[in-house]
C-alpha cells in the first residue's frame, strides 16, 4: 500500500465516524430536550388547572359573601372551575399532540379523513 491509498482509507473512516456520531449526537439532543418539554407540559397542565379551580373559588365565595348564599355558591363556581381546568388540559394536550405529528392533524393539513 502506498501512502495515497492510506491517506484515502483514513479520509473514508474519518467521513464514517462522523457520519455514525451526527445521528447519536441528534438523538443525544433530543432526548434530553425532550426532558425538558415533558417537565414543562406537568408544570403548565398543573398550572392551567390549579389557576381555573382556583378562579372558579374566587368567584363563588364573592358571590356568597355578596348575596349570603353560602356554600352554594362556591361550590357551584368550584364545579365549574374544576370542569375549566379539565377542558385546559385537554386543550393544552392537543396543542402538544399536534406540534409533534402535524400529519395527525386534519386542520393542519387541510385534508378531512372524513371524506
Known amino acids: 500500500m502506498n501512502s495515497d491509498e492510506n491517506d484515502d482509507l483514513a479520509e473514508r473512516i474519518a467521513r464514517a465516524k462522523s457520519a455514525q456520531e451526527k445521528p447519536e449526537k441528534k438523538k443525544a439532543q433530543q432526548e ?32 356568597d359573601t355578596a348575596f349570603g348564599t353560602e356554600p352554594w355558591g362556591l361550590l357551584i363556581m368550584m364545579g365549574f372551575g374544576l370542569a ?32
Open 84 to 115: 375549566a381546568g379539565v377542558l385546559s388540559v385537554i386543550r393544552a394536550y392537543k396543542e402538544l399532540t399536534d406540534a409533534t405529528n402535524p400529519a395527525m392533524s386534519p386542520d393542519k393539513t387541510g385534508s378531512n379523513p372524513e371524506e
Open 32 to 63: 434530553s430536550s425532550a426532558g425538558a418539554n415533558a417537565g414543562s407540559m406537568a408544570l403548565r397542565y398543573g398550572a392551567e388547572f390549579g389557576m381555573a379551580v382556583f378562579v372558579g373559588i374566587m368567584i363563588g365565595y364573592w358571590i
